[in-house]
């Protein structure tokens, strides 16, 4: 058995960090059956220079730079969606979706729109790019824009991918939003919602605000944050009677350091619910000759636990990686935006 098959036999739904249809037709074959899409994923794509007719056909139809990066995303993502719908069918809906994210530039600083507008703008993108999909996730950031417009998205009967979860008190919100979204259905029987908690951007975090951490916490907060919050989310859906199962997706499982080995992520949250590993990722893991099991509801020693708890302010930190997760949001978009004008100069 290889290390991503064994992976997957622990329980672990695999997703790839990627819509670039090779890397998708790749990965289909190493067991992934979901997939998400971002800005950067689209720009890496449109560098390759593979889209370069389909950019020149949507210029010549009159597509202005904006307009023609979602036609283009849409498209790519739809080529992403065929190959996994397959696996949508055969789990009546638990699995086999692929994200689409919504606007990023709404949460760009600079445009200082309010969380009510935001809300607003994302309910109405939300309706026009799930219209008509069964296997498209609809993806907004855990923002208080983004929070505020998910009972709705959610009642509207929008599948969601709450995204940018740094803290147990985003995902209450999140959670509890999705939730009273889904009883204003007449029926909760398509009702799928996941949350993606961010993993190694916690201990980058750390490393440089809670440096003195002992070296066997210092690097474990992540994994802490998101197996805590993964029994919460649990715990509250057990007793509902849900015909989807709402789960947790555990992104940024990258390693951030070169010392750290490169299934650490992977392998500590091994054994339930879904991770969107990037495709280099997913090469080393399948490499490192490694079998994994399940771990996900495995807490580390209870003295680094505590230690952690007592060290480290969640509410800080939630607040730093906002800070920072809303610029890396916008500025993507406007680097796609970019791409686009300059394939049209030409350039």
């Known amino acids: ?11 672990t739904k695999l997703w790839l960090d990627s819509i670039d249809p090779d890397l998708v037709t ?24 593979r889209f370069d007719s389909d950019i020149a056909a949507l210029i010549k139809e009159g597509y202005d730079d904006d307009a023609l990066a979602w036609k283009l995303t849409d498209s790519i993502v739809r080529q992403a969606q065929a190959k996994f719908e397959p696996v949508w069918t055969k789990t009546n809906g638990n699995d086999g979706y692929v994200s689409f994210e919504l606007d990023p530039l709404l949460e760009d600083p600079a445009r200082a729109l309010v969380p009510a507008d935001i809300a607003k703008k994302y309910v109405e993108l939300a309706k026009k790019w799930s219209e008509g999909h069964k296997n498209r996730m609809i993806k907004v950031p855990a923002t208080p824009g983004g929070l505020m417009a998910v009972e709705e998205m959610v009642a509207n009967g929008t599948t969601l991918n709450i995204t940018l979860i740094f803290s147990e008190r985003q995902y209450l919100a999140a959670r509890e939003a999705a939730w009273r979204g889904a009883q204003k259905r007449k029926s909760t029987d ?3 919602s996941v949350y993606s908690i961010f993993v190694s951007r916690l201990d980058v975090y750390t490393e440089t605000h809670v440096p003195d951490l002992s070296p066997a916490a210092q690097g474990m907060v992540g994994i802490l944050n998101a197996k805590k919050i993964w029994r919460l989310n649990e715990d509250f859906w057990a007793g509902k009677g849900l015909k989807c199962k709402q789960e947790m997706i555990f992104a940024s499982t990258g390693t951030k350091k070169k010392s750290d080995d490169v299934w650490k992520y992977v392998g500590s ?35 680094i636990v505590a230690e952690i708890e007592k060290k480290v302010c969640m509410e800080k930190l939630e607040e730093t990686l906002m800070f920072e997760g809303i610029q890396k ?14 394939k049209r100069a030409g350039k």
Do not use: C, H, W, Y
């Open 1 to 11: 058995m290889s290390p991503l098959q064994s992976l997957v036999t622990a329980g």
């Open 26 to 49: 790749k990965n289909l074959a190493l067991g992934a059956t979901g997939a998400t899409s971002n800005p950067i994923i689209v720009s890496n794509l449109i560098k390759t220079g």
């Open 190 to 192: 398509t009702f799928k």
């Open 269 to 303: 949250l091994a054994g339930s619910d879904i991770e969107t590993n990037p495709p280099e990722t997913n090469d080393a893991v399948e490499a490192s000759g490694q079998t994994f099991t399940r771990q996900v509801d495995k807490l580390p020693a209870p003295e």
């Open 329 to 342: 949001f916008a500025d993507p978009q406007k680097a796609l935006l970019k791409l686009i004008a300059d």
